[in-house]
């Protein structure tokens, strides 16, 4: 058999055909038994397989594509978001502000030991001077004092 | 699809609620077996949560589910992954189930209705793979020939030749199985 208008007539029971070529067909149809049976035959079909029975997957499968969705790296946009939450800010605000508290301290203590070292080195280097006029442990404004000792006590005397 | 491309799972899940019906008959249709057919629709889904990168805005979300998952049944099916059977699981908890059609309430439809999903099932084998998937989409999924060319990266005029070829085919099968099932029935009677 095997007309040539055969190729269009599923087509046309889907109502995929513009309305001019659904119209050639169905006047085609009048006319031409070999395609009258195959449409009846087509259409017979396609409500036979309407019918059929639908596969219905069970609910275990939801639990393990979630899963295994769950389980795969997540990608930068979400990575980033998560590193930007109030609930993950806080701990690291927290941390960050700590660690700049306890530079401050351990600065001032570095400057004052920095401070006393001096000190020590000017008694260690005016030993002598010091030994001299039993001022061990006097303090470097004392030993200014020392050094010009002469000299006050010219400016002091009557 | 946005949120999901940007990982969020509870966007994935809904997306997941809407279609996995719609891809598990997909897969159905091409293994016939009811454990690796949610394989499949486990791979299908997963792939496109790792691929939602790719979905452009411009086609429809359907589309480009049915794309992933006619490229991924095909390719398994080639590597010999799963081989075609034609067993109807008993329904268990927990396990996937046959549903009945509402017709086949009696024993002599049920097994009627088993029969023309067998003849049906081979016949689909028989096709070509785009036919299968041209077929699969447009009878079970209800898919415009349009959708159908955009999942195939065809030409509407491809898929109206394959999807005419593959009814046309399905149609004589169950022709033959009808005269052979229902002519000597009649004989009888």
């Given amino acids: ?158 | 699809m946005l949120r999901v491309a940007a990982g969020d799972t509870a966007a994935f899940a809904s997306l997941y609620d809407r279609y996995h019906r719609s891809v598990a008959r997909f897969a159905h249709r091409f293994v016939q077996d009811a454990g690796k057919a949610e394989e499949l629709t486990q791979d299908i889904f997963v792939k496109v949560f790792r691929h939602a990168g790719r979905y452009r805005a411009t086609a429809r979300f359907k589309t480009f589910l049915f794309r992933v998952a006619a490229n991924h049944c095909l390719n398994e099916v080639r590597r010999g992954e799963y081989r075609v059977t034609h067993v109807v699981e008993e329904g268990e908890e927990g396990r996937p189930v046959e549903m009945p059609a509402p017709e086949a309430q009696s024993p002599e439809r049920a097994v009627e209705g088993r029969e023309l999903e067998a003849t049906v099932a081979a016949a689909l084998q028989r096709l070509s793979e785009r036919e299968r998937v041209a077929f699969t989409l447009c009878r079970f999924e209800g898919m415009a020939y349009r959708e159908i060319a955009e999942v195939l990266s065809a030409s509407e005029a491809a898929v109206k030749s394959l999807i005419h070829r593959a009814t046309l085919s399905v149609a004589r099968a169950v022709e033959a199985w009808q005269a052979g099932a229902r002519g000597p029935a009649r004989s009888e009677a």
């Fill in chain 1, 1 to 158: 058999m095997s007309c040539t208008m055969e190729d269009e007539l599923t087509a046309y029971l889907d109502g995929e055909l513009s309305a001019v070529d659904a119209a050639r067909v169905r006047s085609h149809l009048t006319s031409c038994s070999d395609c009258r049976s195959t449409e009846a035959l087509l259409r017979r079909t396609m409500t036979q397989l309407v019918a059929l029975p639908a596969f219905e997957p069970s609910s275990a499968l939801r639990r393990r594509v979630l899963a295994e969705v769950e389980a795969l790296p997540r990608p930068w946009p979400e990575r980033m978001r998560a590193w930007l939450r109030p609930s993950a800010l806080a701990p690291a605000g927290l941390v960050f502000v700590t660690a700049a508290l306890v530079a401050v301290v351990i600065g001032q203590r570095s400057l004052s030991a920095r401070a006393e070292r001096r000190t020590e080195l000017a008694v260690a280097e005016n030993y002598e001077l010091l030994s001299d006029y039993e001022v061990v442990g006097l303090d470097p404004d004392d030993l200014e004092v020392v050094e010009h000792l002469d000299q006050l006590e010219k400016e002091g005397r009557p």
